[in-house]
């Protein structure tokens, strides 16, 4: 049976953008939400958990960086601590 829930979906979300941005040229947030089946909302908020970002006293593992262009298009890029983990 597979995995539900926040850890499964974080996994996921992890596996999916280290096999997507072997470039490191990042991936379209719209592009990972319709591969995951959840919304763009949901990818920020999780992706935002897995940066280098301070939420309260702790900073998060530093494993995705984000970034939003002028146009106001998210995407989201692997970093290398988040590849040594492969």
């Not at 970034?67 to 590849?83: L, M």
């Amino acid at each position: 049976m597979p995995e539900a829930g926040p850890a499964a979906l974080e996994d996921r979300a992890l596996q999916e953008l280290l096999a997507l941005d072997d470039e490191g040229r990042g991936v379209s947030l719209t592009r990972l939400a319709k591969r995951l089946g959840v919304r763009v909302s949901v990818l920020i908020r999780l992706y935002t958990q897995m940066s280098d970002a301070r939420i309260g006293d702790a900073a998060g593992p530093g494993w995705v960086r984000l970034q939003v262009d002028d146009g106001g298009q998210w995407r989201a890029f692997a970093t290398d601590a988040a590849r040594r983990l492969t």
